[in-house]
C-alpha cells in the first residue's frame, strides 16, 4: 500500500485505501471465499464436527501435564522426529519398505498433495459428496476438481469413476473411507478396480478409522500408486492438529519438500509421543462410540418419517421429510433445544433434507433423540 493512499486522511478513508489494496494484491478467487465456518457452540451440545465427546481420564491428563511441562519450549521442534515415527509405525502396523509423513491435521497433508500435484491443468478427482476440503484445496491451487456422483445408496458408481479417470487423467484421486459425509465404506472390489486404473496417486483417507475398524495400510506394498492418509483428530484429539501419510518413501519425499519445516509444533509432538503408550483408552472410548452409533441408529429407525443411513464412522447421516425446508426446520428445532447438528442439505442434491449428526455421549445422544421425537410430532 503506497503512502497516499488515504492514510492521513482519517479513519473512514483509511478503510477503503485498505479495500483498495486488497482489490489490487489479491486473488480474485481468495476475495470471493469465506472463511471456513465453524459454528459458535458455546453452551450447545456439539454434535456437528466429529468430536469424541470423551476427554482423559484424570490420571493420565495429569501425567501428560508434567510431560508437556518437560518440553523445551525455548528450542524449535525436532526437525526430524526419527524415535516418534518409528514407534508410530510400530504401533499403526506399517508395513516395511513404507514411511511416514507428519502434518498439522490432515488438512495440512491434503494441501501439501495436492500442491506438489498443481501442475496447469492438473485434476483432482474424488466420488461426491464427499469432504469438502478436497474440492476446496484443489480449486484454491488451481486444479480442475472433478466430483464423480456417488451411486443412490452411497456406493461408488465404477463405471463411472473408470470413465472419469479415463477422460480426466487425476494427478490424485481421493476416497474417503468411510466416505464423509455418508458413512459408508466403498466396495472393496470398487476400490481396487481404481488403484489398479488410476492414473496417478489414490489416496484413501482413513480419518474414521477407530470406527471403521478396516483399512488399507497392509496393501501399501501391493499398490504403488496407494497412499493412506490418517489423523488423531476423530480418534480423540482433534485439539492437537497430527495428521500422518502412509506411503512409498518416494512419494513422500516430494511432498516433504514442501511442509513447512516446524509444521508440527513440540507439545503436539510430545503429547502423541506420551499417548502412543495408552491407546487402549482411545480404543475403549472408540468402542463406546461404536455402540452409542448402533444404538443411535436403531432408535432413530424407530422414529416415523426419518431415513437412516448405515455408518461406519463416528456420525449418523439422515434425512428427514420435506427436503431444504425439513432440514432446516428439523436443524433449528435441535438449536433451540441446546443441540448442533450439521445441517447438509443444500451441500449436494443427494444430502436433500439430510442432517449429519455426531455420536456423543449416551446423555448426549439421548438429548438428541428426544428433541428428534419431539420435532416429528
Ligand atoms: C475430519 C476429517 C479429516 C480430519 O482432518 P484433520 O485436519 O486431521 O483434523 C480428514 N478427512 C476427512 C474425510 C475428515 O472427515
Redesign the pocket.
Known amino acids: 500500500m503506497t503512502r497516499s493512499g488515504g492514510v492521513g486522511g482519517g479513519p473512514g478513508a483509511n478503510r477503503d485505501a485498505i479495500r483498495d489494496a486488497i482489490r489490487n494484491s489479491f486473488r480474485e478467487d481468495v476475495r470471493a471465499l469465506h472463511a471456513y465456518a465453524v459454528a459458535p457452540a458455546e453452551g450447545l451440545v456439539k454434535l456437528d464436527?466429529?468430536e469424541n465427546p470423551y476427554v482423559l481420564p484424570p490420571d493420565l491428563a495429569r501425567a501428560l501435564g508434567e510431560r508437556l511441562g518437560q518440553v523445551a519450549l525455548n528450542r524449535y521442534p525436532p526437525g526430524e522426529p526419527a524415535s516418534f515415527k518409528q514407534r508410530l509405525a510400530e504401533r499403526i502396523g506399517l508395513p516395511a519398505g513404507q514411511s511416514l509423513l507428519l502434518?498439522?491435521?490432515?488438512?495440512?497433508?491434503?494441501h501439501l498433495m495436492i500442491h506438489a500435484c498443481a501442475r496447469p491443468g492438473a485434476t483432482v478427482l474424488s466420488p461426491w459428496p464427499?469432504?469438502s476440503?478436497?474440492r476446496m484445496t484443489a480449486e484454491l491451487d488451481r486444479c480442475r476438481f472433478v466430483g464423480v456422483d456417488l451411486r443412490d445408496d452411497f456406493g461408488l458408481d465404477l463405471p463411472a469413476m473408470l470413465a472419469a479417470m479415463r477422460e480426466h487423467r487425476p494427478a490424485l484421486v481421493f476416497l474417503?473411507y468411510p466416505?464423509?459425509?455418508t458413512g459408508n465404506c466403498f466396495d472393496d472390489e470398487a476400490v481396487r478396480a481404481i488403484l489398479e486404473h488410476a492414473p496417478g496417486l489414490v489416496v484413501l483417507?482413513e480419518?474414521?478409522l477407530p470406527f471403521a475398524g478396516r483399512s488399507w495400510i497392509g496393501e501399501l506394498p501391493r499398490y504403488p500408486n496407494l497412499l493412506v492418509?490418517r489423523?488423531?483428530?476423530?480418534l480423540g484429539l482433534?485439539g492437537l492438529?497430527?495428521?500422518y501419510l502412509c506411503g512409498a518413501p518416494e512419494w513422500l519425499g516430494e511432498f516433504d519438500k514442501l511442509r513447512p519445516p516446524f509444521n508440527v509444533d513440540s507439545l503436539t509432538l510430545a503429547a502423541a509421543d506420551f499417548l502412543l503408550d495408552h491407546l487402549d483408552v482411545f480404543d475403549a472410548q472408540a468402542a463406546t462410540i461404536r455402540a452409542e452409533r448402533a444404538r443411535m441408529i436403531t432408535a432413530l429407525r424407530a422414529i416415523d418419517g426419518l431415513q437412516v443411513f448405515d455408518s461406519a464412522?463416528n456420525f449418523v447421516l439422515l434425512r428427514v421429510p420435506d427436503g431444504d425446508r425439513g432440514a432446516g426446520d428439523r436443524f433449528a428445532h435441535l438449536l433451540r433445544q441446546g443441540i448442533l447438528v450439521k445441517n447438509m442439505t443444500a451441500f449436494h442434491p443427494m444430502l436433500r433434507g439430510c442432517l449429519r449428526v455426531t455420536v456423543g455421549t449416551a446423555e448426549e445422544n439421548a438429548a438428541f433423540l428426544d428433541a428428534m421425537k419431539q420435532s416429528v410430532e
Open positions: 464436527l466429529m502434518g498439522n491435521g490432515s488438512d495440512e497433508i491434503i464427499s469432504f476440503m478436497y474417503s466416505n464423509n459425509p483417507d480419518a474414521y492418509l489423523t488423531f483428530s476423530k482433534a492438529r497430527l495428521g464412522a
